[in-house]
């Protein structure tokens, strides 16, 4: 069964560094999203993404975050400078257009220390 | 704006007793309803998934779920757990209509005892 990957599974930097977390979602999928769970909460949206441009998003996505297509594969997210309350699963998920497909990513573990 | 609420943050059940873990939403569209389980330490796995057709959906690992429209409710329930089903578990909804986002509640911790 195909597969969105994620890479770092975890990652540890420190506050004020930019991070850049990686995705690759599924080959035929065209909408992207990144969703974050600090621990003992809940998931929360923060972006989605078709077309090469970002289609939601939520509050929490400031201009902090980022997020980037770079290849017809990857699909990152880039924190900027990074505080102590980045510190989250964060996942990634991708869909077909009808949303049969929605399938989320194993999650990137970041600690900002 | 579409909206998800786990009535129970946390159940505590017997081994081999059946659970109901309750969800409601509310939405002013047609939605697509989902239940994830997590693991400790670990990320989310879909456990079943309502889009339309029939209101009883069964999952993975001997789960199911009835979305009922009328009380804008879609309950998890399994008539036996294990020691194995000890998770968090995740009602979330999404937009009927295309991809959308999907909007999380807030989790229930289900805890077996032996």
């Known amino acids: 069964e195909p597969e969105v990957t994620q890479t770092p599974s975890h990652q540890v930097t420190q506050m004020g560094q930019e991070v850049i977390l990686r995705c690759v979602p599924i080959s035929n999928h065209l909408y992207f999203y990144w969703y974050r769970q600090i621990l003992g909460q809940k998931v929360e949206f923060l972006v989605s993404f078709y077309n090469n441009e970002i289609s939601e998003k939520s509050e929490i996505f400031d201009d902090q975050f980022s997020v980037e297509r770079p290849d017809g594969s990857n699909f990152t997210l880039k924190i900027r400078s990074t505080k102590l309350e980045d510190s989250a699963m964060y996942f990634c998920?991708?869909?077909?257009?009808?949303?049969?497909?929605?399938?989320f990513g194993s999650g990137t573990r970041l600690t900002v220390v | 704006a579409q909206s998800v609420t786990q009535l129970d943050s946390q159940v505590p059940v017997f081994e081999e007793a059946p659970v109901e873990l309750r969800c409601n939403y509310s939405?002013?569209?047609?939605?697509?309803l989902f239940w994830y389980v997590q693991y400790p330490n670990q990320g989310l796995q879909l456990l079943l998934k309502y889009l339309s057709g029939s209101t009883l959906v069964k999952g993975i690992n001997g789960f199911e779920a009835e979305f009922n429209k009328s009380q804008t409710s879609f309950h998890l329930r399994k008539p036996s757990v294990h020691i194995s089903d000890t998770a968090e578990y995740f009602c979330a909804v999404s937009e009927g209509s295309s991809a959308s986002k999907i909007i999380f509640g807030s989790g229930t911790r289900l805890s077996i005892r032996p």
């Open positions: 939405s002013s569209v047609s939605v697509y």
């Open positions: 998920a991708s869909s077909d257009a009808s949303g049969y497909g929605y399938t």
